[in-house]
């Protein structure tokens, strides 16, 4: 079994990730990944540090993005294809396009579930994390109508809260319910990335 991390912020994500991208490609690389996934909020800002890293090590990298949607919750996409690359940076284009409309009182980068229903080519997208994520059966829907059951993931997270075991077993029902699979992630935000499974979606 091959373990990766498909949900990880770097520094880049401000108040969230604390590592540089070097160092948590160096730091997957001493935990014997083949593969990390990069993650941060709104943008993908630590993407070529990243690649060139990743790519010195030897570790495969994924490029993504936790997406931040206009009613709160969250969305991650990771890129697949080269079509996905360009419909993520279209997507985060659109997510910060309004973010300057008062220079005072930036206003936070958001996208709507319709915009990235859209631009879902080359995409991979998991259902985002445990207190912000998609997770009604009607959003999840759309989600699958838009990726396909082969690009959807439904994510579970254990940031040991109360609510934990609870929330996963629904979510693991859900996704029975849909004909998804899911995938752990830890939402890693330090220098040691999580081992969870890497599914075959890329």
Known sequence: ??????????????????SLPEELAATALELGYRTLALTDHN???????????????????????ELSLADGRHL???????????????LLTLAHAHTRERPRDPIPPTISLEAVC????????????AQHG??????????????GPE?????L????LATDRARNGALAALAAGLGLRCVATGNVHAHAPARVP?????
């Open 151 to 155: 690009r959807l993931r439904v994510e």
């Open 198 to 202: 890497l599914q075959d979606a890329f």
């Open 76 to 90: 991650t996409l990771l890129v697949a294809a080269e079509r996905g690359w360009r419909n993520l940076c279209r």
């Open 118 to 129: 859209v631009h879902a080519e080359g995409l991979v997208c998991l259902t985002g994390c």
């Open 1 to 18: 079994m091959t373990y990766t991390e498909l949900h990880c912020h770097s520094a880049y994500s401000f108040l969230d990730g604390a």
């Open 43 to 65: 943008g993908v800002h630590g993407s070529m540090e990243f690649a060139h890293a990743a790519r010195g090590l030897g570790l495969r990298p994924i490029h993504g993005a």
């Open 134 to 147: 998609v997770h009604d059966e009607a959003g999840v829907r759309r989600l699958r109508d838009a990726f």
């Open 157 to 160: 997270q254990r940031p040991f």
